[in-house]
């Protein structure tokens, strides 16, 4: 029996990032059955321990053929998956998948070359083509993807032509863990006057080494309201993001694929830039791109 018909009997997809890992059994009939989350990602896996991690997924939801995608295929988890140079469909990252061993393979990264810069992405890409695939994101259109490291992409005939990262989700988290106003944001985000104030502030100004201080100062100094602070360094943050995603020359509607608590943030800041922005569920477009690339597994 080929390798095509084997998959057309079902499987399991997992999403395998540095912290965390979500995976899925798709049935024969390509509908979710069953997933579990859980914080095993590639990071927390000592060495030596990835057949165990997988074996467990294997154990929860079935012995199943495995496509994995995420940070599992970089030189920091279980087997390096190259990455395939823009510009990238979905045929090339099937044809460019790293058989761990005849039942469990690994989906590549994507990355790009030029204009004077490098950039890398693992896991984006499923969602990206995914979305396109599905028809939740327009094949020649524009893609913000928020997380750690935030995504913007171009497309072109259904193709990831070329991107750029954004740290930040990691700049946020680094400051709310490790600087001088680590007690100001412990309070959630909201989309609130203050985030937007925040956007806008960062819209205006290239000054956010200095807007960050300013913070501290204006709590201390009773200009600002500490119960504000959290939402407002979110929204110096995201609207930088959007001021440098927004110097691409792209298409006025921006996709913005990915968790809910993150593109509503996104999209609430692109609102701000009078731009247009239709949040499209990262969950949704991961399974039909994860889908599509076993459709093509030869």
């Known amino acids: 029996m080929g390798r095509r018909m084997r998959w057309a009997e079902g499987f399991i997809a997992a999403d395998w990032g540095t912290t965390n890992r979500r995976a899925y059994l798709i049935d024969d009939a390509g509908r979710c059955?069953?997933?579990?989350?859980?914080?095993?990602?590639?990071?927390?896996?000592?060495?030596?321990?990835?057949?165990?991690?997988?074996?467990?997924?294997?154990?929860?939801?079935?012995?199943?053929?495995l496509l994995l995608a995420g940070m599992i295929g970089s030189n920091r988890g279980w087997i390096e998956a190259p990455y395939v140079p823009c510009p990238v469909g979905l045929d090339d990252l099937a044809a460019s998948l790293a058989w761990a061993d005849d039942r469990t393979a690994i989906v590549p990264g994507v990355s790009y070359v030029g204009q004077g810069r490098a950039d890398v992405m693992r896991g984006e890409e499923v969602q990206m083509l995914g979305g396109v695939a599905s028809g939740l994101v327009d094949p020649d259109g524009f893609v913000c993807h928020p997380g750690t490291h935030n995504k913007w992409a171009l497309l072109r005939h259904g193709t990831i032509q070329i991107f750029g990262t954004v740290m930040t989700g990691e700049l946020f988290n680094l400051l709310k863990e490790h600087s001088i106003l680590a007690d100001l944001l412990q309070a959630p985000v909201d989309v609130n006057d203050a985030f937007k104030r925040g956007v806008r502030h960062a819209m205006e100004r290239e000054m956010l080494p200095a807007d960050l201080f300013g913070v501290r100062a204006a709590v201390l100094l009773g200009q600002a309201n500490k119960d504000d602070a959290s939402s407002y360094v979110s929204g110096l943050l995201i609207g930088t993001d959007v001021r440098i995603g927004l110097t691409w020359p792209a298409s006025a509607r921006i996709g913005v694929i990915g968790r809910p608590e993150l593109t509503r943030l996104y999209a609430a800041a692109i609102h701000e830039a009078n731009?247009?922005?239709?949040?499209?569920?990262?969950?949704?477009?991961?399974?039909?791109?994860?889908?599509?690339?076993a459709k093509r597994i030869a």
Do not use: M, N, T
């Open 33 to 65: 059955a069953d997933e579990f989350e859980d914080s095993s990602g590639v990071l927390s896996v000592p060495a030596g321990g990835f057949p165990a991690a997988v074996a467990e997924i294997r154990a929860r939801l079935g012995d199943k053929l």
């Open 275 to 293: 731009r247009e922005a239709v949040e499209i569920d990262g969950e949704l477009c991961f399974l039909a791109g994860i889908q599509e690339i």
